[in-house]
Nanobody, 124 residues
Framework: QVQLQESGGRLVQAGDSLRLSCVDSGRTFRSNGMGWFRQAPGKEREFVSAISVGGGLTDSADSVKGRFLISRNNRVNTVYLQMNSLKPEDTAVYYC?????????????????WGQGTQVTVSS
């Protein structure tokens, strides 16, 4: 069973950096592709970044490329999202998700498990 718990979200200023973590307390983490999504108030959930099972393949939304970096540590069942040069428009609830499907997935409906989310607020 997959149980995802995000942490690391908080209030920061524009230009700051922040690292989000997502721990899977289940036993299938290293078999799942992982992704980060976000949802801002009044907006639809959107894809942020994804990483393959082994960590060798990643993809990110154009809006965060060059600023955000996804990584994973399969020894501790954790996926990370390093966020640099944060902007007010990055303000959102950030969710991690796990997919049992092979490859990089960027659509939310390709993910099978979701965390509760962590709030990131970037002030100008």
């Amino acid at each position: 069973q997959v149980q995802l718990q995000e942490s690391g979200g908080r209030l920061v200023q524009a230009g700051d950096s922040l690292r989000l973590s997502c721990v899977d307390s289940g036993r299938t983490f290293r078999s799942n592709g992982m992704g980060w999504f976000r949802q801002a108030p009044g907006k639809e959930r959107e894809f942020v970044s994804a990483i393959s099972v082994g960590g060798g393949l990643t993809d990110s939304a154009d809006s965060v490329k060059g600023r955000f970096l996804i990584s994973r540590n399969n020894r501790v069942n954790t996926v990370y999202l390093q966020m640099n040069s944060l902007k007010p428009e990055d303000t959102a609830v950030y969710y991690c998700a796990a997919s049992r499907r092979a490859g990089i997935k960027i659509r939310g409906d390709e993910y099978d498990y979701w965390g509760q989310g962590t709030q990131v607020t970037v002030s100008s």
